[in-house]
């Protein structure tokens, strides 16, 4: 049978010292586990209370944990989950089909808003033509793992011609595959207005 913490009421798994992961961590950064917390079932209960309730057409955001995207998360039927998609699926019933997503129509997904008029069921393409219109795709410049710039890029393009892709990988700090993919088209595939870098 498996331990659960032993914080009265939790009922989460057991991890390290009798105490779940997230009553572990508190312990480790404030020195008790029980510093730094959310009263047990108070996100259950906003968002049973405000969250289902609100019928507004502003953001409505998240107070409580957060995932590393920023989306909100509440723990629900055993297991933590995205608030977005159980707003969804409470408003709209359950996805069409595998391929559909919890998408919001106002761009603020990564600000945790769970605004019900906000949410829709889309497909991955949909979702993604939303974020390109919003603003809020992550591509070129904009995603914080990119090792290259637009300008950069166009200029590699142009370098490709006669330059080998190991000289313009070392030119610009790079893998030869970063360079391959970039100047054929395979990443930084938004760069189709043949404009020069300045």
Not at 183 to 194: E, S
């Amino acid at each position: 049978m498996m331990k659960t913490c032993s914080i009265e009421g939790c009922g989460k798994p057991s991890r390290s010292r009798g105490w779940c992961r997230g009553h572990y961590w508190r312990w480790s950064v404030h020195g008790d586990p029980l510093l730094g917390t959310t009263g047990f079932g108070e996100a259950q209960r906003y968002y049973r209370e405000v969250v289902l309730a609100y019928d507004g057409d502003e953001c409505l955001f998240w107070p409580f944990s957060k995932a590393g995207k920023g989306y909100g998360h509440v723990y629900a039927d055993g297991r933590m989950q995205y608030v977005h998609l159980l707003v969804c699926k409470e408003t709209h019933g359950p996805a069409p089909s595998p391929l559909h997503e919890a998408a919001h129509s106002c761009g603020n997904g990564r600000l945790a808003c769970c605004t019900k008029r906000h949410l829709l069921w889309k497909t991955r393409s949909e979702n993604h033509a939303d974020k390109h219109i919003h603003g809020t795709m992550l591509r070129g410049n904009t995603h914080p793992r990119s090792k290259l710039t637009d300008q950069n890029v166009r200029l590699a393009k142009l370098m490709a011609g006669s330059h080998t892709q190991e000289a313009i990988a070392k030119k610009f700090g790079v893998s030869r595959s970063t360079i391959s993919l970039a100047v054929n088209g395979k990443t930084w595939a938004h760069l189709t207005d043949g404009r020069l870098p300045q």
